[in-house]
């Protein structure tokens, strides 16, 4: 099955449920399938292309660029379709938030080197992973003394570490 059926898959298979709960999405899709220009149109061909290339291989250069940039302005569009929050949502490696769930890892990576090594990192250590989790913290740590941590991280933060030290 090819990017384009397999989306055209996907499509049908979610618009029952979206008939009577979001009439824009069906609406939108409606002008994406029929118009050979517009925006509709463009978002698909841009969704497929993204499809394409984190289904295969990661986009490098100015493809990555691209779309890099068209991904982060489905984060930030104010007029987005259900339909078109469902088919973003099944990208690979999709998220909403990305700068909160690379924090997330973070500090998942520091509580299971805590539990490891029953130690801190160390921010000039010999080892790459440790030496980048250890920066990592430090730089919280900076950012809490100065009141520039979200209240939410500093919580869940001192849940593992002290951050006067």
């Known amino acids: 099955m ?3 059926s397999a989306f055209l898959r996907t499509i049908v298979d979610t618009l029952p449920a979206l008939w009577a709960e979001d009439p824009e999405s069906v609406q939108w899709y409606a002008s994406a399938m029929s118009e050979s220009t517009g925006r509709a149109a ?3 061909g841009r969704y497929l292309e993204l ?5 295969n291989r990661p986009p490098h250069g100015r493809q990555a660029a691209t779309l890099g940039v068209w991904k982060r302005n489905q984060r930030r569009a104010r007029t987005i379709t259900l339909l078109q ?3 973003l ?6 998220t909403w938030s ?3 769930d690379a924090w997330d890892r973070r500090l998942t990576l520091l509580a299971e080197f805590i539990d490891a090594h029953d130690r801190l990192p160390r921010a000039r250590a010999a080892e790459p992973e ?3 989790l250890g920066l990592w913290l430090y730089r919280q740590r900076r950012q809490d003394r100065v009141n520039n941590l979200k209240h939410e ?3 869940r933060l001192r849940q593992l570490v002290d951050l006067d030290k």
């Open 89 to 94: 949502e099944q990208l690979p490696r999709w």
């Open 51 to 55: 499809r394409a290339t984190t289904d």
């Open 98 to 100: 990305p700068q909160q």
């Open 85 to 87: 929050q469902l088919l």
């Open 2 to 4: 090819n990017t384009r």
């Open 42 to 44: 463009a978002w698909v």
């Open 153 to 155: 991280r500093v919580v």
């Open 130 to 132: 440790e030496r980048a």
